[in-house]
Structures are given as C-alpha cells and as structure tokens.
Nanobody, 124 residues
Framework: QVQLVESGGGLVQAGGSLRLSCAASGSTFSSYFMAWFRQAPGKERVFAAGITWNGGSKYYADSVKGRITISRDKAENMVYLQMNSLKPEDTAVYYC?????????????????WGQGTQVTVSS
C-alpha cells in the first residue's frame, strides 16, 4: 500500500514557477513508477509527467515538455514537479499517482494509488 500527499500548489502569475511535492509512504514506494497528472475544470484527468522507479527514465506530455521537470528522491520518499514558464492553461488540480507495473503508462485508469491533489492557478 502506498499513500501519497501533494503540496506546493498555489496562485502564480503567467511566466512564474512552482514546485510541487509528493510525499509517499509505504514499504514498496521505491519500486513504483510515479507520475503527475492534472485535471482542469470540466476536463479529463491527463498525464503530465512520469518517472521510473530509479529515476533513470522520465516522460512528459507534449504540452509541458521543456517547461516541467519531474524528479524523485528515493531516500526521502519524495517526488517533485518543477514547473517553469507557467501559462494560464496550466491551471488545474495536480495529482501524484503511482503504479507497480514495469511498463510506464499515461492512462490514469492503470494507476493504483492517488493523492488528494493540489490546486495550481496561473493568472494572466
């Protein structure tokens, strides 16, 4: 069992930066593929970024590539999402998620564990 708690969301002006954190608990956290999803009002939850268990491979949605960096600290059981050059269209609730499968996936239905989400609002 893995429990995830996000933090770091807030209100920021366009062009600004935010760093989201996801604190994980559970004895098998280090073996899970971790990801960040986001859900804008009235829209589906979509994949933003993902990282393999050892941090060796990272994956990004085209909409955020070049502006967002995912990282993890296995020793501290943390996953981070550094977001730069934020745009109003980045406004969403951001969720941390985990799954124990070998193959990375962008389908939210394949993830086993979710955090409660943290709101990011980017003003123009």
């Amino acid at each position: 069992q893995v429990q995830l708690v996000e933090s770091g969301g807030g209100l920021v002006q366009a062009g600004g930066s935010l760093r989201l954190s996801c604190a994980a608990s559970g004895s098998t956290f280090s073996s899970y593929f971790m990801a960040w999803f986001r859900q804008a009002p009235g829209k589906e939850r979509v994949f933003a970024a993902g990282i393999t268990w050892n941090g060796g491979s990272k994956y990004y949605a085209d909409s955020v590539k070049g502006r967002i960096t995912i990282s993890r600290d296995k020793a501290e059981n943390m996953v981070y999402l550094q977001m730069n050059s934020l745009k109003p269209e980045d406004t969403a609730v951001y969720y941390c998620a985990a799954h124990g499968r070998v193959i990375p996936t962008t389908d939210p239905g394949t993830y086993d564990f979710w955090g409660q989400g943290t709101q990011v609002t980017v003003s123009s």
